[in-house]
């Protein structure tokens, strides 16, 4: 059995690394990830919208059911707001940057 000194072994962090390279993906750009996620909350806006009416209608079997739909449109239109207001400051933040 061969024994090492010790001082053969270098640390990790003092090991010099390679940095990693990224390519670009070719896919969808952000403005079509925005209509997708637009879109998406739309189509739950919509079936919360039926699930009222067919909750109001005594149509409904599964009320909890129909209250989870309603309470996902609820969070995905609170989130689609709170993106919004994050964009719009990021554009008066650029728009006040000196060049």
Known sequence: M????????I??????????KTTAVQGEGFGEVL???LNEVNELQLKSQQAAVSLALGEV????QA?????????????????????????QEISRMQI
């Not at 640390?11 to 990693?20: D, H, S």
């Not at 079997?61 to 909890?64: L, M, T």
Request: net charge positive; aromatic share 6%.
């Open 11 to 20: 640390p990790l962090a003092w090991q010099q690394k390679e940095p990693q």
């Open 35 to 37: 209509k997708r996620a």
């Open 61 to 64: 079997k599964d009320v909890h």
């Open 67 to 91: 209250l989870i739909t309603m309470e996902q449109a609820r969070l995905a239109l609170e989130l689609t707001v709170q993106v919004r207001n994050k964009l719009i400051d990021a554009y």
């Open 2 to 9: 061969e024994v090492r000194q010790v001082n053969d072994f």
